[in-house]
């Protein structure tokens, strides 16, 4: 700010000037540092008239070094953003996500943390290595790339019951251990596949599906998650390949162990291994249902029949639902999923598969007895599956999109733009300031332009904001601004052409550049 004389006093805060002599001109004071977050701009005069210092832009920030003010902006570090040309610092990303460039410009370009996984409550993370799966799940990397991780299940077998902290999953652990105790199983993997059980030791059955048989991982009857090696009682029950077979009930001709062991009753009688299913007066029995895997309703008319996926079986006409509230009705000798609470979508494409299952991320169930999950509605987002409702999208952003799964997708509305309420799916929501008119890109992405003198009416509002381009009732009339204008291929006004008597003005006084 200038007082006709050689008084110094600076716009800006902070800034520091010195008096030096310009060829030509004479003494100048000289713009030579500004204070944080705002850079040196000495413009193109000699006489120096155009020095300020200029707010760091989006993306950018700037800190004095060695106890000196700013001079040049610089791009925001890995892990932060800064969505606004103003005097500040660079914003971290928020928990639960990361960002591994720089300069990023806006919340949204903050990576969400995979389903499943968190930072610990740290924010400012810079890779998806600082998620770290939830205690029950483990980590695996898919396709070949350092970014495509995911959280997965813990298989039945490689759960761990830690005292004081609940359930964690061995697989998650360097040495395939619960504490000191190793798995039991050979438990194997393709670089940072998911986990495959191999073998069992001898005694005990390995599981791998929902009925408590093993099959081959390409088989539609396997199931990650039911992968566990099944200890055979060691007096009431025998195995003959661990691998194979299932754990049988001792016959009574026979002293068991537990595993493949033959130690007859009778001395001098013989066994052999046998797989008939042929009728045999002699070999008629009870046959008990498995107490893990089984149940039966009537067990005089009925078989043995797989436990759903939605139940707790216990070898008998005894259950219990794995959701709560879910209803169950007896068809004959098969139990059928009848009804899911709300949030939960009912499956039962087969007997054994009959469950309420929760909705992935980005996607809800909204009503009773729901069977497809739909996608979330623009504005809202559902990061992770759940039997929840998908979350509004937060005050001052948009979501145009449909089945949105990351906090990502919901848009920072521009500068100066806010919103009326939560869940807004258009930039349309995005109102801007009285001073401004809003531009919305070709793409969607919205944002607030200063309004030009031209169109800026005596209460500073701005006459573009308005459906009939004018400064409101003056009178019984709208005063209107003066000249044409209209929209450009960027959606700015720009002033085509001015009536008789007035100069159209496009530039800075003095400077020969639009503005």
Sequence with gaps: KCHGDS???????????????????GMIYRLVSCPSHYSVSLGSEADGSLQECVACGKGQECFGTNGTNCTV???????????????????????????GGTGAEAVSECVACPDGSTTRGLSGQTSVEACACDAVLYRVVSGGGADVVSC????????????????????????????????????????????????????????????GTSVDAGNSLYRHDAQQCVKCLDESQYIIRSNV?????????????????????????????MGSTEFNHDAQRCLQCNE???????????????????????????????????TWVADGGVLRLDTCPLGYVKLNASDAGQECAVCAAGTECTTADCTVCTGCRPGTYKIAAS????SLCPVNTYNPSTGSSSFADCRTCGSDAVTDSAGSSSAENCTCSVSTYQVVASGGDSSCRACPVGATCNDQSCALARPGLDCGASGRRASTIVGTWSRNATNEYVLDSCPAGYSKVTTLEGSATFN
């Design 292 to 326: 893990q895997f089984e149940y039966i309703l009537n067990p005089d008319t009925d078989t043995c029949q797989t436990c759903p996926a939605g139940l707790t079986c216990t070898g008998t006409a005894s259950y219990q639902a794995r959701v709560a509230e879910s």
């Design 152 to 211: 997965v299940t813990c298989p039945t077998g490689a759960e761990c019951q830690d005292e004081g902290s609940g359930k964690t999953c061995g697989l998650g652990s360097v040495n395939l251990t619960c504490g000191l105790t190793p798995l039991v199983g050979n438990w194997s993997r393709v670089h940072e596949s998911t986990y495959t059980l191999g073998s069992c030791p001898s005694g005990y059955s390995l599981v791998n599906t929902l009925s």
């Design 245 to 273: 077979d299932t754990c049988l009930k001792c016959p009574r001709g026979l002293k068991c162990t537990g595993d493949a062991a033959l130690d007859p009753v009778v001395v001098g009688s013989e066994w052999v291994e």
């Design 387 to 390: 039997s929840d409702g998908c």
């Design 73 to 99: 902006c610089t791009a925001c570090g890995s892990g932060y953003y800064k969505d606004a040309a103003v005097a500040e610092g660079c914003k971290a990303c928020p928990a639960n996500t990361y960002y």
């Design 7 to 25: 008084t110094l006093d600076p716009v800006v805060a902070g800034s520091e000037w010195v008096q030096e002599e310009e060829a030509g001109v």
